[in-house]
Each structure stands twice: as C-alpha cells, then as structure tokens.
C-alpha cells in the first residue's frame, strides 16, 4: 500500500459522501476544456512521454481520438501517471475521465464500478526469460522466481500457471513498475512476467542486449486489453467506443491520414457517412459529425497507430497478431457507422 | 422548570456531553450511510463478503503457512503476520544494537565515539526508504547468481536469492519435546526463586540444578514419545535452490535498512535518558565503591529508564508503522497484501478500513505494553 492509493481510497469515500451524480461526464469535460486520462508510469508504445514530455502510445493515442472526437484537437488531453493499483480508484472517483491504461477486461472489475468500452488491443500474458537459460515454454518453469508487479491480473495467473503444471513457482511481487523490472534485468528473478506487449517494450527499451532475453506466452489464453470508462454514464461510454470505432473503420475502408481528404470525395455511402459529409452520426452522440475525419486526420487509423506505436515503425516490432482486423485474419471488428 | 434545569450544573455538564456524542454519533451514522448508498449508485460493491472468497494471488514468503487457494481473510491474515513478525524482530534488533549505539557515543574512548556519532549523524538523516532501497540493490548487485553461488559452508549457499541454510526437520513428536524442553526451561526461570529456596540452594548450585531439572525433563519427554529428525539440506536444481531454510534478500534487505535506522534513534534516546541522569548520581556510586559498569547497571539504567521509555514507545510506534515500506524492496508485509487484495477485489474502502483497524490495535498493544512497562519502573511515590 502506498499513500496514493490510501488517498485516492480517502477520496473515493469522500467524493461518494459529497455527490450522489455527477452530470454526465462529457459535460464536465467540455466545461473543464480538456480531457484527462489515465496513463501508465512509463511503458514505451503504450503510454510514456517522449524527451520533450510529449505523450506517445497506443493508449495514449486511443485518448486522444476521444479528445478530437469531444474537442477536435488532440492535444486538449492532460495524462495523469497511474500505478495498477491507482488506476481503477482514480477513474472511479472521477479524477480522470477515461482509462485507457493496458487495463484487462475482467468480470469482478466490470462489475464494480466501471465500464470497459471496446478493447484496443487483444494480448496474451507472457513470461520473459534470459535466452542463456535455455528455456522457451513455460512446461521447462520449474522452480523459477518471477517477478511479478501489484496491481495486475498477472499475479493470479503466475498462480494459475504454477498450479496448473505444478511448477511450484516463486513470486516476488513488487509494488511499483520500475523496481519489478529492476529486480529481473538485476537476476533477482528468473522470469518477468506481464503483458507480453509490455515485455516487449521493456525489452526494446531497458535491456542493455534485447537479443539476450526470450519471450513466450504463460497461457493460451487471450487478454482484452480494453479502455475503461465510470458506470453509470452511457452517452460517455458511446462517445468512447465510436472514437475507437473510427479509428478500426478508418483502416477498415482503407482511409489513412494522408489520404483522408481524397476520400472525402469518394463516391461510396458508407465512406460518406463515416465521415460525415453525410450528417447524422456526430450529431447522434452529442458531437460534430465530422468527428471521425478529424480524428483519421490526426491520427490516422488503427493500423498506423499500431505501427507507428507498437509495431514495425516502431523499436518494439510487435507482430500484428489477433490485433488485426477481422479481415485479415484478427480479432478487430469495425461496427457500422450508420 | 428550564431555567433550574439550565441551572443545574450537573445537567449541564451532563447535557453539554451527550450532546456532543450524539452529534458524533449521528454524522458517522451519515457518513457511512450516505456513503454505501452512493457507492451502490455508482454501481461500486460493498460489504465484505469478499474476505470469504479465494484469494488466488501468491504472496512470496510469509511466516504463517499461505496458499494461493485460501481465502481473501487468510492472505490478510497472512500479511498481518509478516508485519507483526518484522515488526518485533525489528524493534528487538534495533533496540539490542541502539543500545550499544548509545552506549558508544558516551564511550571516552574518542575513535569509539567518533564513530557511534558518525553512524549516527549519516543513518539518522537519510530517509528509511534509501536505505532500504541501497541494502535491496546491494543485495541484488553484488552477490553472485544462483549458479555460481557463494559457499563458504558445506549447504550454506549466498546467491541472489538469498540465503540457503541446512534446516533441521522435526516430526511433530520432536516439535513436542522441543517445545516441552523450552516451556520447562521458561518455567523453571520464571520461578527460579522459588526453586532456589525451596532446595536450600547458593550460588551455582542453583544453576547446576536448573540444568538438571530441563535435562530429566528433556529425557522424560524423549523416552515417552520417540522425536525423529532429519536434516533437509539445500541443493541446487533447475532454476533455484530447494529444501533447507531460506532467507530472502527482501526479507535481509528490509531488516538491515530498519534495525541500523531505527538504532540510530534508539542509540540517541539511550544516550539522552543517560546523560539526563544528574552526574551526583555517577559519584553517588563511587562513593559507595561500585565499579563504573556496576553504577552504570545498578544506578544510572534504572533512574534512565524512566526517562528512556516515553520517546522510545514512539519510537516503537514508528518502526512498527515503518515496515509498510517494506513493499518498496518487495517483502509483503500487510500493506502490500491489503494493495493487492484490493486490485483483485476493488474494495478499496473496506481494505483501507481492514489495514487502519489493524495498524491501529497493533499500535494500540505496543502503547499499552510500554505503558505497562513505564509504570513498572516509575519511581513509587508516597500518595
């Protein structure tokens, strides 16, 4: 426990004493004039700030899509850093507006307080060795210490996986993201184990010799990593699912941010209602209908986010995977904009 | 009638209180009432009935036996025994070596207390969480991986996983008769005056007979029930070591960085309460031809106590509230389970609540053992 939680928890029986309903959360949001989001301590392709403190990632960019959906400009987003812990108090006292933050859509959380909008990246949790080790799946495990961080789904799966093969596993459980990670490339621990996105993110970026470490997944099973919203407010959850929509439809219709403004001419309905030189879609959530072009336009679609972020633009080199739309084969399913 | 009852001073001292009471009472009554019916509103579950599910999340290491499958309440419980565990080692350890701190720092000898004074100024003004945090990098730095193993000692292995010793395994009938060898030794202690008299005894001959006593004892106990034992030596396989007893680099880490920073304080309340004692008294003792270390124990400690035991019960307080930073070098003491009993359940409110109403008895016991104790050695008074 540490005092940010003690306090966001103090907040929390506060903020509930003090008011019942808070009006619906676009309309704070409007009247503060930016959005504030909910960001990680520093995982590079998701969420951290560049050199120049400028936030970069995938779920940062995911809040900036709803921040040109609500304000048409991408940069009216505040991020506040939030460990595991923090990060379900913070939005459910309403310190933030939204949290997109490699947050796994899990029933007990769903159920508690908050809404998960539409996952932003399918992931499965992995377990990162040394290469010298010689282990490559998690059946040669036996006995290994893992570095595990508070605050995730990944402690009860190290458990679920050690019973499971009868690995008799050794967690050591930290409470911040940097000691975890310290603790592992240290030798504290044999394996790290988190979002196998994240590993390689901390691969790419904090190993002294990315090639000296093997990543392979500790489950079959697959994660939505998923922005989440406060319960209880349907016209915010809308907003936020159809500002990632835009972004899967964008790619979907083969709309890119250079080409967006060609597309705009183009002669076929669903394109134009997408992006609203037919009226009617903004105007039904409460926005300007050409909220799906303004966000294509600065930033592109998902697969450029992808890319640019996570992907083969980018140090981390993820493969697309399940991240791929449903027509290529992946789990990304573009709703109709109609 | 009002006006005599407003007159009345003991209605009034009376009225004036219950008054107060009962408007404490009614906001705490609101408070919590508005408070669950807004979490309800906002969909946010309360109660804690979750204490009954299955935990399911590892803690690393704990001193009462924990598995994944016990309950939510039982890695709690688990957590409150780790923090009273480091608690009281590390208040016994610190207090041991604040005492020779103290000691030290009033030695003549000017190296000696050139040095107490030393560790004292650099130790006392660095937060606690540096130092834990260089005794953790320290250990997780400078000694070698689990392959290449320090071992200085036929199964004592130093790696960065800790500490592997031999550990001896009893059968329960050997855990019998060790414990009934230590309550007889405890006894025969606690009544050793009683003994003494009773067998007309002097001097050694008393110590001669305590021995005597345990070790019949010892024999009876053995003889009655057959204790097996056997030694489970650590050994390298696969990733770690197994078998023997372990001492983790969190679990070192955190009790090094708090018994040397609580001692620092511990040796300077020490030094103060004993300087505190008007020096008549160290002449007193000379007078009276009492040799400097007997006028220490048998004059100067007992008036010092008196003036030692308030700062130090704070001081006990503080270290018992100081091992909650022990998730900083990733020992899971009681905060660190409540964090994560939280993340999985998200009761947050009801978690925080568990974690104060603990910190507070646990603080609350210390206060009244000191108390205890304060009274204890207070100089009675004619009344």
């Known amino acids: 426990m540490n005092w940010k939680t003690a306090t966001l928890a103090a907040t929390l029986a506060v903020a509930a004493t003090a008011q019942a309903h808070a009006g619906p959360t676009v309309d704070s949001v409007k009247a503060r004039g930016h959005l504030i989001c909910g960001a990680s301590q520093g995982t590079v392709g998701f969420g951290a700030p560049d050199e120049k403190g400028y936030w970069r990632g995938l779920d940062v960019e995911t809040c900036r899509a709803v921040a040109v959906a609500v304000f048409g400009d991408k940069d009216k987003v505040e991020f506040v850093p939030l460990s595991g812990q923090q990060r379900i108090p913070a939005l459910q006292t309403g310190e933030i507006d939204i949290l997109p933050r490699t947050l796994t859509w899990t029933l007990q959380r769903d159920a508690n307080g908050i809404n998960f909008a539409t996952p932003n990246y399918y992931e499965f949790t992995g377990f990162m060795v040394a290469r010298s080790s010689g282990v490559t799946k998690v059946e040669e495990m036996t006995g290994a210490s893992v570095c595990v961080q508070t605050g995730s789904t990944?402690?009860?799966?190290?458990?679920?996986?050690?019973?499971?093969?009868?690995?008799?596993?050794?967690?050591?459980?930290?409470?911040?993201?940097?000691?975890?990670?310290q603790a592992f490339f240290s030798g504290r621990c044999d394996a790290l184990i988190t979002d196998a996105s994240a590993l390689a993110s901390v691969r790419a970026t904090q190993s002294k010799d990315p090639d000296g470490y093997v990543i392979f997944p500790a489950t079959k099973y697959m994660d939505a990593l998923t922005p989440a919203v406060r319960h209880g407010d349907d016209q915010w959850l809308d907003i936020v699912n159809w500002s990632i929509q835009a972004l899967l439809n964008a790619e979907m219709y083969g709309i890119t941010q250079a080409n967006v403004d060609e597309m705009v001419v183009s002669g076929d309905p669903r394109i134009k209602r997408f992006l609203g030189v037919e009226p009617g879609n903004g105007k039904a959530l409460g926005l300007d209908d050409k909220f799906a072009y303004n966000i294509v336009k600065q930033l592109g679609n998902y697969g450029e986010m992808f890319d640019r972020n996570v992907g083969k633009g980018s140090p981390l080199k993820i493969d697309r995977g399940p991240n791929k739309l449903f027509s290529d084969g992946g789990l990304m399913f573009p709703l109709a904009f109609q | 009638m009002i006006a005599a009852l407003w007159d009345n001073r003991r209605f009034r001292n009376w009225g004036g209180q219950l008054l107060l009471l009962g408007g404490l009472a009614a906001l705490l009554i609101w408070l919590v009432t508005n408070t669950v019916a807004n979490l309800d509103a906002r969909g946010i579950r309360v109660g804690f009935d979750f204490l009954s599910r299955p935990a399911n999340f590892p803690i690393s290491e704990s001193v009462l036996p924990y598995d994944p499958a016990d309950t939510f309440l039982w890695a709690y419980i688990t957590g409150v025994g780790n923090t009273v565990a480091i608690s009281i080692l590390a208040i016994a350890l610190s207090t041991a070596l604040g005492l020779i701190v103290g000691l030290a720092r009033r030695s003549q000898h000017p190296l000696t207390s050139g040095v107490a004074s030393v560790f004292v100024t650099t130790v006392r003004n660095m937060p606690l969480i540096v130092h834990l945090l260089f005794w953790y990098a320290l250990a997780t730095t400078a000694l070698p991986a689990p392959r290449e193993a320090l071992n200085p000692l036929p199964g004592v292995f130093l790696s960065l996983r800790g500490l592997y010793i031999p550990a001896l395994e009893l059968d329960a009938n050997a855990a019998a008769f060790v414990g009934?060898?230590?309550?007889?030794?405890?006894?025969?202690?606690?009544?050793?005056?009683?003994?003494?008299?009773?067998?007309?005894?002097?001097?050694?001959?008393?110590?001669?007979?305590?021995?005597?006593?345990?070790?019949?004892?010892?024999?009876?106990?053995?003889?009655?029930?057959?204790p097996a034992t056997s030694l489970s030596l650590p050994e390298y396989k696969g990733f770690n070591f197994s078998g023997g007893l372990r001492l983790s680099p969190e679990f070192a880490a955190l009790m090094v960085g708090l018994v040397i920073y609580t001692s620092a304080f511990i040796g300077?309340?020490?030094?103060?309460?004993?300087?505190?004692?008007?020096?008549?008294?160290?002449?007193?003792?000379?007078?009276?031809?009492?040799?400097?270390?007997?006028?220490?124990?048998?004059?100067?400690?007992?008036?010092?106590?008196?003036i030692i035991i308030p700062p130090m019960t704070s001081q006990y307080l503080s270290t018992v509230k100081n091992t909650t930073l022990a998730l900083a070098?990733?020992?899971?003491?009681?905060?660190?389970?409540?964090?994560?009993?939280?993340?999985?359940?998200?009761?947050?409110?009801?978690?925080?609540?568990?974690?104060?109403?603990?910190?507070?008895?646990?603080?609350?016991?210390?206060?009244?053992f000191m108390n205890w104790y304060n009274a204890r050695v207070a100089l009675v008074e004619a009344r």
């Open chain 1, 154 to 181: 990944t402690e009860v799966v190290v458990n679920d996986v050690s019973s499971r093969l009868n690995l008799q596993l050794k967690p050591v459980v930290f409470d911040n993201v940097a000691a975890t990670r």
């Open chain 2, 180 to 226: 009934c060898l230590l309550a007889s030794l405890a006894l025969l202690v606690a009544f050793r005056r009683k003994v003494v008299s009773y067998f007309r005894l002097e001097g050694g001959g008393a110590g001669l007979l305590l021995l005597a006593v345990s070790a019949a004892f010892a024999l009876f106990w053995a003889a009655l029930f057959i």
């Open chain 2, 329 to 368: 070098v990733g020992y899971p003491e009681l905060g660190l389970v409540v964090g994560t009993v939280i993340n999985q359940t998200g009761q947050a409110i009801e978690s925080i609540a568990l974690l104060l109403g603990t910190f507070l008895t646990i603080s609350l016991a210390v206060s009244l």
């Open chain 2, 268 to 306: 300077e309340i020490i030094r103060g309460g004993i300087d505190a004692v008007p020096a008549g008294q160290w002449e007193a003792g000379r007078a009276i031809g009492l040799s400097e270390r007997h006028t220490l124990t048998h004059v100067i400690i007992p008036q010092a106590l008196r």
